[in-house]
């Protein structure tokens, strides 16, 4: 039963009710009659982005389904065959958490199966349509309308695509979907806000919600745009939802190291992607010359530059904002995506955008960039995910190259992230050779601030992991590393941290300090403001964490970063690393924290 007054708000109240919601989906239609197996250990790679129920449907002899909640466990040897499955991770929006409401859906004569990404916000109209035809819904969810509504138009006597396709123009909200259909060797995927990736090799076919899942069994890639379904039967055909008119889209090759990655030997993919952060430097700093000529004349051409993104991404903006100001003279506000539309009124044609997402998904990012789109700005994005959604939207798209980063933490894509920003910052004034030459020297610094700090950084946590609350205090562009910092070590460690402009102690949160409150500084040289802030605490018993270049006389304990010239990107690195051991002296999973998902695909 729905709560009362659902009907009149729709998903939106139950999602922010509930929170994020992710789902993965999986499709393989392959001539060697293992899609089964394909499809299965695809979504196992998926469950980095946070799950509560799975399922995968295989066509064999017949149409095969097998749900189960909680985590993926084993599946019957037969369903390790078949010609096509498709396969789903979902996490409860619609519906509780049950193997009824788990993903495939199938049709009610049971011949299409359908998994689905994203919230139809019309499901409940559509439900009331459908049971008025004689539909009878086994499930509590959204997703289940597609199924039903595909076969309805085929019994009307369309074609499975047409069925597929008129199905969809139904939908208001967003979807990812695969569907199947017993008797015809076809599969069908679609999207609409939600993503989906073709993956293609030697007769294979394989959608996925992102490239990760089956970047091992692909070599080329297609990506979708919003609004477009492909059919692979296995020839790959595309077409436009509303018009129904084909459409041509080239394959990509594939780099897989660019989109695949397993644990390399590490306990936790947080930990290998701190490790990768100097090739993450590396890779991004390698920017194709064109393209940051393209966004130094769109930034010139500006009248207007904002630098958005959410988490993590918004704090590379933040400081980017810093780097901007004091390299290129140039007055290019940070702002938290999710707050844009209260300054909507300041955009125009001559407004520049610069988009920050790792993931290139989240719905806040993505729901400024279409209204500033729609005001004619011009949108620059900074992405880690090829195809992604974001990237397909922008007018300049610049990659992070940092590899994909599994962790829910990011890590290497804030580094990437900030490694392109100093750049442009330094494009901008002709400086691009040095910068270079700078990003490079910090990239080799990275190596070296993990090996003198790692160990002190699981010492002291195994001191703080009962500390209740915890300050990060830092100075000028330190003061943002500071708030990532405490983003840090509370989501990942569940301990309450606060990350302020040091000078900022003063006027209120000096009042929580008292003796053994752990105070974390970033201090680039014992000489820096800070440290006053710092001493201020300290004579009020705080317990003092340095992470500066150099020991100064209040540090407590030191972590040390030999680099004065990045200072403010690369001192998050021991920060990181007291974050990972603060979760694992609590027992905690680094790469997956209670309530986060990697990338959060609705607002
Ligand atoms: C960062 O550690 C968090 N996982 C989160 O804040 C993240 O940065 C934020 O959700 C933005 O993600 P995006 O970069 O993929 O847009």
């Known amino acids: 039963m729905l709560p009362a007054g659902f009907k009149k708000h729709g998903a939106k109240l139950l999602l922010r009710f509930l929170g994020i919601a992710m789902c993965g989906i999986i499709g393989v239609l392959t001539k060697e009659g293992n899609a089964g197996k394909l499809a299965y250990e695809g979504i196992k790679r998926l469950?980095?982005?946070?799950?509560?129920?799975w399922g995968i449907a295989v066509?064999?002899?017949?149409?095969?389904?097998?749900k189960r909640t909680g985590k993926i466990g084993s599946i019957p040897n037969k369903l390790l065959q078949g010609s096509i499955a498709i396969a789903h991770t979902r996490w409860a929006t619609h519906g509780k958490i049950s193997v009824r409401n788990a993903h495939p859906h199938l049709s009610q004569n049971g011949k299409i199966a359908v998994v689905h990404n994203g919230v139809i916000e019309n499901f409940q109209e559509l439900r009331d349509f459908l049971a008025e035809k004689g539909f009878v819904f086994k499930s509590d969810t959204d997703?289940?309308?597609i199924p039903m509504l595909i076969e309805m138009y085929l019994e009307e006597g369309c074609s499975f695509r047409e069925a597929v396709r008129k199905a969809?123009?139904?939908l208001k909200g967003s979807y990812a979907i695969v569907a199947i259909y017993e008797p015809e060797h076809i599969m069908i995927g679609a999207k609409n806000a939600s993503p989906l990736v073709v993956g293609l090799s030697d007769g294979r076919v394989l959608f996925a919600s992102d490239l990760q899942a089956i970047a091992p069994y692909a070599e080329e890639a297609i990506f979708l745009s919003d609004l477009e379904l492909v059919e692979a039967s296995p020839e790959i055909k595309i077409y436009n939802i509303e018009s129904g008119l084909s459409i041509k889209k080239l394959p990509k090759k594939i780099d897989i190291n660019l989109c695949y990655a397993d644990k390399k030997g590490f306990e936790h993919y947080m930990l290998k992607e701190i490790y990768e952060q100097e090739q993450a430097i590396i890779n991004a700093s390698a920017q194709n010359e064109s393209l940051l000529n393209k966004v130094v004349e769109s930034i010139k051409s500006a009248n207007k530059v904002f630098i958005i993104g959410c988490g993590t991404s918004r704090h590379a903006a933040?400081?980017?904002?810093?780097m901007f100001a004091k390299i290129s003279k140039l007055n290019a506000s940070a702002l938290l995506a999710s707050e844009f539309p209260n300054f909507a009124n300041l955009i125009?044609?001559?407004?520049?955008?610069?988009?920050?997402?790792q993931s290139g998904e989240t719905a806040d990012v993505l729901e400024a960039v279409r209204a500033a789109k729609r005001k004619g700005a011009k949108i620059i994005s900074i992405v880690n995910v090829m195809g992604s959604s974001l990237m397909q939207i922008s007018d300049i798209n610049l990659m992070m190259n940092a590899g994909p980063e599994v962790c829910v933490l990011a890590t290497k894509s804030y580094l990437a992230q900030l490694a392109i920003l100093y750049l442009i910052a330094n494009h901008l004034i002709g400086n691009t050779e040095q910068a270079k030459k700078e990003l490079a020297e910090a990239a080799k610094k990275v190596p070296i601030i993990i090996k003198k700090n790692e160990r002190k950084a699981k010492l002291l946590a195994s001191k703080l992991k009962n500390t209740s609350s915890i300050f990060v205090i830092g100075k000028n562009a330190c003061s943002i590393t500071a708030l990532e910092g405490a983003l840090k070590i509370k989501e990942v460690s569940y301990i309450h941290a606060e990350g302020y402009a040091s000078a900022e102690l003063k006027h209120g949160p000096i009042a929580l300090i008292e003796k053994n409150v752990p105070v974390i500084v970033f201090a680039p040289d014992a000489s820096d403001e800070s440290i006053t802030n710092a001493i201020e605490a300290k004579s009020r018993g705080a317990l003092i964490i340095g992470v500066s270049t150099e020991r100064a006389k209040c540090f407590d304990y030191f972590f040390n970063v030999p680099c004065k010239e990045l200072f403010p990107i690369l001192s998050i690195i021991p920060i990181q690393l007291l974050a990972y051991y603060l979760a694992l002296e609590r027992g905690l999973d680094p790469d997956k924290p209670r309530n986060l998902a990697k990338s959060v695909t609705v607002k």
Not at 59 to 66: A, E, P, Q, R, T
Not at 318 to 322: E, G, K, P
Request: no cysteine; charged share 20%.
């Open 47 to 53: 469950d980095y982005r946070g799950y509560d129920s």
């Open 168 to 170: 969809l123009l139904h």
């Open 348 to 357: 125009d044609e001559k407004t520049v955008i610069i988009a920050l997402s």
């Open 318 to 322: 933040m400081l980017a904002s810093y």
């Open 143 to 145: 997703s289940e309308v």
């Open 59 to 66: 066509k064999g002899s017949g149409l095969s389904i097998y």
